[in-house]
């Protein structure tokens, strides 16, 4: 950055704001000043020439990964369901890798086919976060909100807490705790070096009635901070993240279908104007922290 | 059951699906490590580093190019053969194997729990052991064939008229192996071994040897060591260079087989002082890649 940029560092996209390929979509990040970003897993597989050269324009773009996501409904299957899953997880775990990035995200599982007993969910928690091990990976586990045992952040947090593995901790997403209106006292019970990814959006509505409201605003038309009617518990939110001591990423999960019909540069500028509200204003980041260097890998 | 490894919970025996009985404090019955398995392009290179240690080889495989050299109970295999990666003419640890009561028992019970598995290639007639990935490209085997009828027995042919039991140099035998791991992995790399396997992190001022640095790991059957080290605070891009870096080598007298390995041609690296020289010695070879550590112990 530049003394007359805004320091933006902390602050990434999603690929899935975007239309188009993975090389525009990278480009048109790295051209509005980001140097991160978040990546699913689609966009390695759907790329034409294979998921290694995705790997390869990925990092030809400079641009670090946040994260890469997202493993569904993994926990609490039994049998040959039990084992699909896991190949799914070592198939996106060994994608991951490739990438050089040291975080996945799971997120709870919406599956009727799936127990609720808490002893099978921690174990395979354990279980996912041991094959995540050799490849120094850490798994970011998710409440989502429409989950079917685990439907928020303090559930999740309890059974990482429960599950005891260095590198399972909390992907956390604001999205999920508005729609919930999870109160904002419960984020003092965790610890900020286990929560490993903050997920950011806004949306456009004060209440969410219903579950099928809430799953289709998450999927097509949240916005990003600072453009919904949530600003403030937002700003609140990155606030009381900052207390606990969260100096981790933040990256904007901003599913939006008029975003995907928006020429690259305008969505990736208005993600600009979320960071610089969020790093300048919110946070006041005008100069990099000192000490900030980052070492390779660290999430 | 009056068996001396009750400890062992492993499948339908546990009893596990009808009454909530705990895991033992072994597992899987971990009973010591069978060898130490090395990869390299130049093997006579390597061959020659371990007949300086005091190794003798006294086998070779069957249908590839593997050489299996021992001294007293310690086994190590250098293999050249590859099996379709790219070997270095620096050697690497590719593997270790473990000694266990169940060796299906013991891989099932480490896949249960989120280790990789490692697909199998034999041929006709070897054995298939079952193995899982450990650190960087390296193995973990489980092996129950031990004693009377090893594994060795079956996939390797003894070398004519050699020794097949050559007697260790100054009671030399196997200490530990040291594993270099990125920043901040201790703690990943604590909980692989203990969790998978059983293996419990001594207290951070118990130390052996001559280079005490980083969190010692001890087997569940109290027989050898891991000792995983960061690297110095600071020093960046290092997050790829997990290894299994060198062996340690037990001894009852340091100077002694210092003294003895001396006549055999290895250089040591100079001690400090006698205190320092007692505890242990740093083996310098002429090849990078396969360093020795001696390390003052009396075998388990």
Known sequence: MS??????????????????????KLSAMRAAGFTQVMLLARDLVGHPDGWRAAVQEVKDSGLRVTGFQVLRDFEG???????????IAKSMLEMCHALDCRVMLACSSTSTHASSERPKLVRDLRKLAMLAIPMNIKIAFEALSWGRTINEFPQAWDIVTEADMPNLGLGFDSFHMFATKTPMDELEMLDPDKIFLVQLADFMWQEIKTVEERI????????????????DALASLVRKLH?????????????????????????ANRAKKAALWLGEDVLRRSVPLPNAMRLKGRA | ????????????????????????????????????????????????VLETMGFKPVARHRSREILLYRQGELNIIVNAHGDGAVLTERPVIAAIALRVQDAAAAYRHALDRGAWAVPVHVEVMELNIPAIHGVGTSRIYFVDRHGDFSIYDVDFTPIPTVNQHPAAVVGLHLFGVVQYIGNDRSDDWTEFYSALFGFTALAPDVS??????????????????????EPEPGLLDVEDDECLQRIGLGT??????????????VEFVAAKDAAHAARGALARTTIGGAMFELVHHLPG
């Open chain 2, 252 to 265: 009852p007298d340091v100077p002694a087989a210092v003294a003895a390995l001396r006549q055999l041609g």
């Open chain 1, 216 to 231: 289709s605003t998450a999927r097509t038309f949240r916005v990003f901070p600072g453009e919904g009617v949530h600003s």
């Open chain 1, 243 to 267: 207390e606990l001591g969260y100096r981790g990423d933040y990256s904007f999960e901003v599913f939006n279908d008029d975003y995907q019909q928006m020429p690259l540069d305008t969505v």
């Open chain 1, 77 to 87: 299957l039994s049998g040959h369901l039990h084992d699909y899953k896991i190949d």
């Open chain 2, 208 to 229: 052996f040897g001559i280079l005490p640095k980083g969190r010692i790991l001890q087997s569940p059957c109290h027989t050898f060591y891991l000792q995983l080290i």
């Open chain 2, 1 to 48: 059951m009056n068996h001396p490894h009750a400890a062992v919970s492993v499948g339908a025996r546990s009893g596990a699906d009808r009454e909530a009985i705990g895991e033992g404090p072994n597992p899987l019955g971990v009973l010591g490590i069978e060898f130490i398995e090395y990869a390299t392009s130049k093997p006579q290179a390597l061959g020659n």
């Open chain 1, 3 to 24: 003394q007359f940029q805004g320091n933006i560092d902390n602050f990434g996209m999603d690929t899935i704001s975007l239309a188009g390929p993975l090389k525009s």
